[in-house]
C-alpha cells in the first residue's frame, strides 16, 4: 500500500492562502485516485475535494468549490491541494487519502485505503 506523508499547514489569517502537498511513496503513484478530508475540532472526518488517475476528474465538497483546487503531480508523485479565500471554518486537521482505482470514487471515507497522517489548518478571524 502507498503511504502518504501531507504538510503545508500553518496558521493563516481568514481570507489567506494556503497550499498543502501529499508525497506518496512505498509504491508506484500510478493508477491511484487521490483525495483530501478535513477534521474539524470536534467534528467527524469529512470530504474537501477528489482527484481521479485521470486529472480531468475533479470535484469538491460545497464548503470548499471556488474556492480551492486540487491538482496532481505524477513525476513527483505528489498531490496538492491550494486553498484561498481561507475561512475560519476551515480550521482543522486536513489529511490525505489515496486508493488504487481509475474510476471517480464518492466522498466516503470508508472507499480509501491509504491514509496520510494530517496536517493542521488555523484559519483565525
Known amino acids: 500500500q502507498v503511504q502518504l506523508v501531507e504538510s503545508g499547514g500553518g496558521l493563516v489569517q481568514a481570507g489567506g492562502s494556503l497550499k498543502l502537498s501529499c508525497a506518496a511513496s512505498?509504491?508506484?503513484?500510478?493508477?491511484?485516485?487521490m483525495a483530501w478530508f478535513r477534521q474539524p475540532p470536534g467534528k467527524e472526518r469529512e470530504f474537501v475535494a477528489f482527484?481521479?488517475?485521470?486529472?480531468?476528474?475533479?470535484y469538491y465538497s460545497d464548503s470548499v468549490k471556488g474556492r480551492s483546487t486540487i491538482s496532481r503531480d505524477s513525476a513527483k508523485n505528489t498531490v496538492y491541494l491550494q486553498m484561498n479565500i481561507l475561512k475560519p471554518a476551515g480550521t482543522a486537521v486536513y489529511y490525505c487519502?489515496?486508493?488504487?482505482?481509475?474510476?471517480?470514487?464518492?466522498?466516503?471515507?470508508?472507499?480509501?485505503?491509504?491514509w496520510g497522517r494530517g496536517t493542521q489548518v488555523t484559519v483565525s478571524s
Open positions: 512505498g509504491r508506484a503513484f500510478t493508477g491511484y485516485a
Open positions: 487519502a489515496a486508493e488504487r482505482s481509475t474510476h471517480t470514487l464518492g466522498a466516503g471515507t470508508g472507499l480509501y485505503g491509504a
Open positions: 482527484i481521479g488517475w485521470n486529472p480531468g476528474s475533479s
